[in-house]
């Protein structure tokens, strides 16, 4: 079989340091909601409100071997670029590709069947059905599920990541409007990068876009 055409077998810096964030971020945001509702000592009365008892069936992507096979090669090809910092390359992304990477690799394994993504226009959604019995061993949450939605958009300025909601649903509802103006305008995306190593990793971009359906990453090449 000839390399071009094989299954990349590191690929571990990308996924952690650049689609794993993403989508992490997406899940760190619907889990603060619970956090948030939790600092209202409510917790009883809320968990029932903005939690189920059941997952909920997400979206499914199937690719053939093939397909998946050149998407994987894709990213090593750029994740080389990245890394060593030249020549400077494109990776284009769309909504059915990272789903099928959630779906299918390993090192995003945490994630399938429980994070679906989406991109309309210059923002991406993410659909997640996470059970929370681990979230801050809180009791209440034993046996619930935290089924919502978070539409984001993503920029990269001056070497800074940003990562800002335009909207948050949790069991198909709003959240009241004082709930979510706390998330609005922030950078959900600054505390990860208070951590050198992270900082470090999202330095060797050049840019990061979310246009027209598609999520386009450029590496920062050589001086």
């Known amino acids: 079989m000839n390399d071009s055409t094989q299954t990349p077998k590191k690929r571990g810096c990308f996924f952690y340091g650049c689609l794993s964030l993403i989508v992490v971020l997406v899940l760190g945001v619907l889990t603060a909601v619970v956090v948030a509702v939790y600092a209202t000592k409510k917790l009883g009365a809320m968990a029932i409100t903005y939690t189920d008892t059941a997952p909920v069936q997400l979206e499914k992507v199937e690719v053939a071997p093939?397909?998946?096979?050149?998407?994987?090669?894709r990213l090593a090809t750029f994740q080389q670029a990245?890394?060593?910092?030249?020549?400077?390359?494109?990776?284009?992304?769309?909504?059915?590709?990272?789903?099928?990477?959630?779906?299918?690799?390993p090192s995003l394994k945490a994630l399938k069947d429980k994070l679906f993504v989406s991109i309309d226009g210059n923002r991406i959604r993410g659909q997640v059905s996470w059970p929370l019995d681990d979230i801050g061993k809180i009791k209440q949450l034993k046996g619930r599920y935290l089924n919502g939605e978070v539409a984001f958009r993503l920029s990269l300025e001056n070497g800074r990541l940003g990562v800002y909601v335009d909207d948050l649903k949790v069991k198909g509802q709003p959240l009241p409007g004082a709930l979510l103006a706390a998330f609005r305008g922030q950078n959900l995306a600054e505390e990860v990068q208070k951590d050198p190593e992270t900082a470090a990793r999202i330095q060797k971009f050049d840019s990061i876009k979310v246009e027209d359906g598609k999520l386009t990453l450029r590496n920062k090449a050589k001086p």
Do not use: D, K
């Open 66 to 73: 093939a397909e998946l096979n050149a998407i994987q090669h």
């Open 82 to 105: 990245l890394e060593n910092q030249g020549p400077a390359q494109e990776l284009t992304l769309s909504a059915r590709e990272i789903n099928a990477l959630i779906g299918n690799e």
